[in-house]
């Protein structure tokens, strides 16, 4: 979506742009097209665009032309008026068209003299009037001037020796004479012609036919001759002879016998000055195809090519018909689209050294055992019925000059069989085949370019003998998940992986080829994440060229990105590198640990938070006890107990900091408060009872010495419940849980409920250590201040 929207906002600019400056923008040339073929006309339409270089009037039903129907086309390069019914051209009527290079007025109605019109021509090249009514044609002087003519196409009844005169001095590239209708040739007309290339459409028959042809077989060393399916153009073609000109014959639309073809017309030619013949659209008519003896001595003949072969005939020894041709001792032979089935060895050392037999129904059986194809370099079995990879590689092995071989479009496969290919062989083309993976096992060692486009393809296998001479390799068109790395390849220099099922070519993807150059790898399934990286910076290296780059690598995945081009797809550094992920998130993080351990550490800040919970603890439930009844009999705010051997800490420490400065807290002891007369025990309860709160010192020397006194109190009274809040613990020094008896259930539930407050040993700590404290015990007593004098009394 991102893109076309891009796309749109693209246009929408072009057009402004265009509006403004007022000038076509893109596809300039079709700007200057105007194309009105086949739309009925019956005269040149007016008020064409003056700018027209180009304009296509063909298949209309003009009949006549005006001077004033393309004076004001000033620019006109390109006219095309064929198939109409022009009958005549006035003279005046191209005056303004300077440009003009290329007229077509064949297939209408043009007779004797109307040419005048080509005097203005000058910068004509291309000129067609064939087809039309000519029964002469007397090419004078308007065609003295043009001296760029390069095509002129013609067509007459009657050809006398001075009608040609005009063009006598023109260089054509090729001259095109429609002679269907010819009923006089003198001869020699054609003598005085000056083209490279001629092509005659050929009359059926008449008196003209012979000396015609025996006159174009002198008149370029290029000739095609079409139609030639009468006897008596088989009589005219066979004239050819070793003194003739032409070198290279095309024969079209040749309709013949069997032995006809052998003996006249091929047998004739190759017996001639002719090096190279083509025969189009050849067709071998009548019931039988009968041996004909073939003199196979004496020719200058290097190529023959045949290409549309038909044999109308069902039944004949196809081997009379392949063993001519095998046994052909000429360099190049083409037979293409012929049906067919076989092809034999030749029966002697055989001269080839190009063959193709593309679109026919050779099987893998041809040429096996065939020792005489020792000159063959190039073998072309392009579109066939080939279907063994083995067998065909068993069938180049006694090619002793074979270089290349393409074996596309059949339908070949590799399971097992060994193979032995050519040692010679450099280049294999196995395009469109169904081969697998395994094809790796039978490939020609020194090959150097390979293509297995359009296969079946997955992987590379791992385990290869390795292809030291591979230069290209082309695996497009296949079902590769992944770019093949160079390890079979190590001199590799061009790879392409088009049109496959890569999502995201792995990182390493040019490891090992270190001599890579090009790289094609669009027209996959990219799914641009940031695995993606590493492969679209291939693109940025100078030592490997991305052929095709930008246009065919897209994005297809994820849905966001379809159809964005690779080269547009950027994402930030931070994003795809891990560790710097990583290093950009946890490196805050760290840094706040830090922070904390480092608070924790210097400044025991568990201990402050502990702290200050207890005391909003404390407050809070002060607010809410607040309201609440005390007993009569409170008139301490806390009873503090303690061993003797911590007297110290409570005198020293305690007491001034619980009593200082504030003298309405008020503590018993029992050594101060104590009562003469009476129990350590009784005097400890009676203290107990009068307290709001009970404060017990706790070290391990009390545990040892004055805790079984409260154990057994804790026992019977019910005053300090499970959930007392009346009773405080001050942990002096850290107890260890063994020194704690069984015995003393009630410590050791108090303990294990850590319900206590730590003496720090940090002199900081203690000024929030007493505010806890005191907070805890805090309660006011005014009402109840006179009750301690009584109690003391
Ligand atoms: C004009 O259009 C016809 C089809 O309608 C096409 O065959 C022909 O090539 C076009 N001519 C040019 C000059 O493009
Ligand atoms: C030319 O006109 C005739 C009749 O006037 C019509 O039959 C024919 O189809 C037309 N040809 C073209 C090419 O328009
Ligand atoms: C002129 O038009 C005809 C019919 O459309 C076409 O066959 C012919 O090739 C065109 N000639 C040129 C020179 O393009
Ligand atoms: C063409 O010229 C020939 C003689 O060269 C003449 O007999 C014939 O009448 C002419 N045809 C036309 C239509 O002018
Ligand atoms: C050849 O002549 C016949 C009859 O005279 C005519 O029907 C045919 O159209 C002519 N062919 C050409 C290409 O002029
Ligand atoms: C063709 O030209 C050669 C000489 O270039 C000549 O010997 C031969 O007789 C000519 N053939 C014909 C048919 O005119
Ligand atoms: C070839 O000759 C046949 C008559 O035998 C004719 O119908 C056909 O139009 C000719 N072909 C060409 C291309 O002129
Ligand atoms: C083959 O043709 C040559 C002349 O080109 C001739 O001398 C030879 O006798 C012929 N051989 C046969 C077997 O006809
Ligand atoms: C034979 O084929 C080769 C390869 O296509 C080509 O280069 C050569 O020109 C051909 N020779 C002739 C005489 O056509
Ligand atoms: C190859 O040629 C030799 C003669 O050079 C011939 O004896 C042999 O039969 C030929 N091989 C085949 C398979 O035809
Ligand atoms: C043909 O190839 C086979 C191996 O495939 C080899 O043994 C034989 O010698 C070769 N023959 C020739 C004439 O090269
Ligand atoms: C290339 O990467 C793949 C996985 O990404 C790994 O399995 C392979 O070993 C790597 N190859 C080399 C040569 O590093």
Known sequence: RHSRNHTAMLNILTFVVCVLVLEPCSAEENEYVVNDSSKKLSEVPQNL??????????????????????????????????????????????????E??????????????????????????????????????????????????????????????????????????????????????????????????????????????????LDAYNASYVLELTNVSSGDCLNAVSQISKSSKVTSLTLSDVKIHWVEFVLRVVSNIWHSSVESCQIYNLEIIGKSVPYAHFNYTNTLMKALILKTARIDAFYFNQNDVYILFANLLIENLTIYDANMLFMLCPSHRSKFRYLDFSKNQLPDDI????????????????????????????????????????????????????????????????????????????????????????????????????????????????????????????????????????????????????NLKAMRAGDNPFTCT???????????????????????????????????????????????????????????????????SV??????????????????????????????????SVVYHAFVSYS????????????????????????????????P???????????????????????PNFIQSEWCHYELYFAHHKLFSENSNNLILILLEPIPQYLIPDKYYKLKSLMAKRTYLEWPKDKNKNPLFWANLRAAIKFNLQDVNKKISSCLA
């Not at 030291?468 to 061009?494: M, Q, W, Y």
């Not at 910076?537 to 964005?564: F, H, K, N, Q």
């Open 367 to 514: 040429f096996q055992k065939c020792t005489n194809f020792s000159a063959l370099e190039i073998l072309i079995l392009r579109d066939n019925k080939l279907k063994q990879l083995y067998k065909v590689s068993l069938m180049t092995s006694n090619m002793s000059s074979l270089r290349q071989l393409d074996i596309s479009r059949n339908s070949l496969v590799y399971d097992s069989g060994s193979c032995n290919w050519s040692d010679t062989l450099k280049k294999l083309n196995l395009s469109s085949n169904k081969l697998t993976d395994s094809v790796f096992k039978c490939l020609p060692r020194k090959v150097e370019v390979l293509d297995l486009q359009n296969n079946k393809l997955r992987s590379v296998p791992s385990e290869l003998v390795s292809f030291e001479a591979l230069k290209e390799l082309n695996l497009g068109h296949n079902r590769f998940v992944d770019i093949p790395d160079c390890t079979s390849f190590r001199n590799l220099e061009a790879l392409f992986v088009d049109a496959n099922s890569i999502h995201v070519p792995s990182s390493n993807v040019t490891h090992n080829c270190q």
């Open 677 to 699: 007369g009476k129990s350590i025990i009784e005097n400890i309860i009676n203290c107990i009872e009068k307290s709001y709160k009970s404060i017990f010192v706790l070290s």
């Open 599 to 632: 608070t924790c550490h210097y400044f025991d800040l568990p201990w402050y938070l502990k702290m200050i919970w207890q005391w909003t603890r404390t407050k809070q439930r002060m607010l809410n006890t607040n309201s609440q009844e005390l007993p009569e």
């Open 530 to 596: 940031c695995s993606l990286r590493d492969f679209i910076s291939l693109t940025g290296r100078s030592d490997i060229r991305m052929i095709g780059w930008p246009e065919s690598y897209v994005c297809r995945y994820p849905d966001t990105l379809a159809g964005t081009l690779l080269k547009d797809f950027h994402l930030s550094e931070i994003s795809c590198s891990t560790p710097l992920l990583l290093l950009t998130i946890l490196a805050p993080m760290l840094a706040l640990v830090a922070l904390i």
């Open 49 to 98: 665009p003056t700018q027209t270089k180009i304009l296509d009037l063909s298949i209309n039903n003009i009949s006549h032309i005006q001077a004033d129907d393309f004076n004001y086309l000033l620019q006109l390069q390109k006219l095309n008026l064929s198939f109409n019914l022009i009958q005549e051209i006035g003279s005046d009527v191209f005056g303004a068209n300077k």
């Open 644 to 675: 003797q051997h911590d007297s110290a800490w409570v005198k020293e420490h305690l007491i001034p900091n619980l009593e200082k400065g504030d003298s309405t807290l008020r503590l018993c002891q029992h050594e101060r408060n104590f009562i």
């Open 100 to 213: 003009l290079e290329s007229i077509d007025l064949s297939n209408n109605k043009l007779y004797n003299g109307s040419c005048g019109f080509l005097v203005h021509l000058l910068a004509l090249k291309y000129l067609d009037i064939s087809y039309n009514k000519f029964k002469t044609i007397t090419l004078g002087s308007e065609f003295k001037s043009l001296f760029h003519m390069e095509y002129l196409g013609l067509s007459t009844k009657e050809i006398h020796k001075s009608d040609l005169q005009g063009i006598s001095h023109l260089e054509l590239e090729l001259l095109f004479l429609e002679l269907s209708n010819l009923s006089v040739y003198e001869l020699g007309s054609l003598q005085i012609l000056n083209t490279k290339k001629l092509h005659i459409v050929l009359p059926e028959t008449g008196n003209a036919l012979s000396s015609l042809v």
